[in-house]
């Protein structure tokens, strides 16, 4: 008992936070554990930012602090109450930043990083992961800007390039579309070696995401009706419903679509072929794998060239209640959304700046930039090289789109993942499956 | 004849009973065993697609990436060891005191009482999880070691009580009153005759709720998620997942065979007692 007195006693000393000791101020940093396990290797580039930034500025230190993934959301009980455990939180993407900001729990970045966009610090960002980065203000009505991107991820293609090899194929022959992707896959199909030609994520919680969107937006280039919602009506929502089903049910793809993730591993056993998803799933094979890239291609999802990929992106953001936000403000901009960058590309993640792209190009040559943009850029490794499937997914990334409506997401797309669940194993039209989906789509935003 | 017919359907019930007995035991222990040789696969065996049972290349490569992946583990573990000994001491405690009284003394609402201890061990610890949380907010014990010990033990108290109450009741009253004669306190009673005639009840709730604590996580998580100073080890394994549940399964099985240790070790070594314990009032004359 006396020692748990004392145990107690020593962590509410521990506990109390002092923002502004001895001329220090302490800026408390979240980050998600898999966010600080990616830049592990091979050069910790993560604490490596952080510790260049103390030594450039001595009268700030970082607390680094790491999470459990998908935690963020509990810090809504302290921001209630006004409080904050953390300053400058890296977990926020473009879907839960929507819900801060409608809560009314972010700091505006305008007057706090003043300098800096008057200078034309957004100009410096590819337009694709400033999405969600403005929105409303919930009292005013007005906008803002309320976080800075910092690590981005995007759909492409992900491939076999050794079974393409074995099949008499090469990266020539990866297709851009999904009708060529359905003619291929069919030929690649063998289930005697337990060889399919494709797999997408087809369970319940992913369907939309991950497969029914990015099919969409590539028959039809966008993938919201003429109210914003998601499109459940057009025609060639009803061709994406039986495109995939079709898929399916002849064996193009593996049972294990149905499951939860089954998809990535049965990707990286290489039981199939293509797999389009995010860029980050043909990476993490490529770096588990001994010479990797001989086994593993990324390169563009079907249709995306012309439509645009979907992209979504990690947002660095001010709670309201810190009580150091310029200074938190200044280790997102500096830290993250410059000197991390070559590390973001070097964990296989997409880069957010335009600035290693543009570099790179031939006959590059460096315009004409403020004080505050030159002495952003020059934080940026000169010797990084962007890796070639970076590059070819770029332009996808300009004509990138996100997850439509994030504040009605979740359940709406829980309802079309159902729905191609039961179309799977009814013998009804596409688009009598699409009709229920709407209806109870209606029935949320009502 | 009719011996031989006695013999075959003794030792051929005995088999059979040994044999559903060992299914059950091979079921029990596939999954441990399969956690082992796992943590010992390469990276492209586990992902084969023709899957294995015994590692063709056997490496520690997991386990040596599980300690660079891993920076808190020594913490998270010194942490789950101070929680679960903690929970230990002050549940043991505080809920054989109250078995004492409860199977000792008799006083209006006596049984009322007991059945209420008993009732909360039907009511899933998840639904005063918010409470919970409410109330360690409100005395700033968020993110503590002590907080989340008081949580534990408040919610282990119940199953002490339940199983200290029926060692106690087991205990002759004749004992108790010849060391009242012999001028013993109450308090002296619990001591020296209560606590070591109850000492395999003891033994057998104070596993239970070591394993409880060992392995809780819900509460670990939710309570104690924004100091890495006070995590245990559950949440430091699930700290271990990647990205959209991105899993790096060699280095799971690793971390998990890890955390298998204390409770084996503490299993075999209480073993006996346990046993004992859990049976203690089971069956009364």
Same mark, same amino acid.
């Given at each position: ?30 980050? &998600? ?11 910790? @580039? ?22 459990? +993934? ?6 809504? #009980? ?8 953390? @300053? ?18 972010? +700091? *505006? ?10 200078? !034309? ?44 090899? +074995? ?5 020539? &022959?990866?297709?851009? =579309? ?22 997408? @994520? ?56 149905? =499951? ?15 797999? *389009? ?41 001010? *709670? ?31 880069? %957010? ?13 460096? /315009? ?10 020059? #934080? ?17 990334? &300009? ?42 789509? /209606?029935?949320?935003?009502? | ?33 399969? %956690?082992?040789?796992? $943590?010992?696969?390469?990276?492209? +065996? ?24 891993? %920076?808190?583990? !020594? ?61 360690? $907010? ?27 109450? $029926?060692?106690?009741? !087991? ?5 108790? &009153?010849?060391?009242?004669? @012999? ?18 009840? #003891? ?44 899993? /790096? ?6 971390? %998990? ?29």
């Amino acid at each position: 008992m006396g020692l748990l007195l004392i145990g107690f006693a020593a962590e509410r000393r521990l506990n109390t936070y002092d923002p502004r000791r001895g001329g220090v101020t302490t800026v408390r940093v979240m980050v &998600d554990s898999w966010q600080y396990s990616e830049f592990m290797t091979p050069d910790k @580039d993560l604490e490596r930012c952080i510790r260049a930034f103390e030594k450039r500025h001595p009268e700030i230190k970082v607390d680094l602090r790491i999470m459990a +993934e998908a935690n963020e959301i509990t810090l809504m #009980l302290p921001w209630r109450a006004n409080t904050t455990p953390f @300053d400058l939180l890296l977990t926020t993407n473009n879907e839960t930043i929507t819900r801060y900001a409608e809560g009314g729990f972010l +700091e *505006p970045l305008e007057d706090i990083l003043k300098p800096e966009l008057e200078a !034309g610090l957004l100009r410096e960002f590819l337009p694709g992961y400033l999405q969600n980065c403005r929105l409303k203000d919930p009292q005013t009505g007005e906008e803002h800007l309320y976080g800075l991107p910092w690590l981005g991820e995007i759909m492409a293609l992900n491939y076999r390039r050794d079974v393409l090899r +074995e099949n008499g194929y090469s990266d020539a &022959d990866v297709p851009e =579309t999904y009708q060529q992707l359905e003619a291929l896959a069919r030929k690649l199909r063998d289930p005697a070696k337990k060889q399919y030609g494709v797999t997408l @994520d087809l369970s319940p919680g992913f369907f939309s995401q991950n497969a029914y969107v990015p099919v969409l937006r590539s028959f039809r280039g966008s993938v919201v009706d003429e109210r914003g919602r998601l499109d459940v009506s057009s025609p060639e929502a009803a061709k994406t419903f039986e495109m995939l089903k079709r898929w399916y049910s002849q064996g193009l793809m593996p049972k294990g679509a149905l =499951t939860p993730y089954q998809s990535a591993d049965d990707f990286r056993a290489k039981i199939a072929v293509f797999f *389009p998803n995010w860029q980050s799933r043909g990476f993490w094979a490529i770096r588990e794998m001994k010479d990797g890239e001989k086994h593993i291609g990324i390169g563009p999802a079907p249709g995306s060239r012309k439509a645009g990929a979907l992209v979504a992106h990690y947002i660095g953001v001010i *709670p309201k209640a810190s009580p150091v936000a310029r200074e938190g403000a200044r280790v997102l901009l500096e830290a993250f959304c410059f000197d991390l960058q070559p590390g973001v590309g070097k964990a296989g993640k997409m880069i %957010v700046i335009d600035y290693p792209y543009t570099r790179q190009r031939s006959g590059y040559r460096p /315009d004409h930039v403020s004080k505050q943009i030159a002495s952003l850029r020059a #934080l940026v490794d000169p010797a990084y090289r962007l890796p070639a499937w970076m590059e070819s997914l770029r332009p996808t990334v &300009d004509k990138g789109y996100c997850i439509p409506d994030p504040l009605t997401w979740q359940r709406v797309a829980d309802i079309v993942g159902v729905e191609f669940q039961k179309y799977l194993n009814e013998d009804i039209p596409a688009t009598e499956a699409l009709a229920r989906a709407k209806r109870q789509i /209606d029935a949320v935003y009502e | 004849m009719a011996v031989i017919a006695d013999r075959a359907k003794r030792y051929g019930g005995s088999g059979l009973l040994y044999l559903v007995l060992g299914a059950v035991s091979v079921l029990s222990l596939l999954p441990f065993l399969w %956690v082992i040789l796992s $943590s010992l696969k390469s990276h492209d +065996e586990l992902y084969s697609k023709h899957l294995t049972f015994w590692p063709h290349h056997w490496t520690w490569e997991n386990y040596t990436q599980m300690f660079q992946r891993m %920076v808190g583990f !020594g913490l998270y573990y010194r942490n789950s060891v101070l929680v679960s000994l903690g929970t230990v001491v002050l549940t043991l405690f505080v809920g054989s005191l109250a078995a004492y009284a409860l199977s000792r003394f008799r006083f209006r609402g006596n049984r009322v009482l007991l059945l209420i201890f008993l009732g909360t061990m039907m009511v899933p610890g998840e639904v005063g999880l918010i409470g919970q949380y409410e109330l360690l $907010s409100a005395y700033r014990l968020l993110n503590t070691l002590t907080g989340l010990t008081l949580s534990y033990s408040a919610f282990s108290l119940a199953l002490t009580i339940f199983i200290m109450h $029926s060692v106690f009741t !087991g205990v002759p009253q004749e004992l108790l &009153d010849a060391a009242r004669v @012999d001028g013993c306190s109450w308090w002296e009673g619990f001591w020296q005759i209560m606590v070591p005639m109850g000492a395999s009840g #003891l033994a057998a709730a104070g596993t239970l709720v070591f394993l409880n604590s060992w392995n809780e996580f819900i509460f670990a998580l939710t309570m104690n998620n924004w100091s890495d100073e006070a995590r245990t080890l559950p949440v430091g394994i699930q700290l271990l997942q990647g990205q959209w549940q991105h899993w /790096d399964y060699g280095v799971l099985f690793s971390s %998990v065979m890890l955390s298998f240790v204390p409770v084996i070790i503490l299993f075999l070594l209480l073993q006996k007692y346990f046993m004992r314990g859990l049976t203690a009032g089971a069956v009364k004359g």
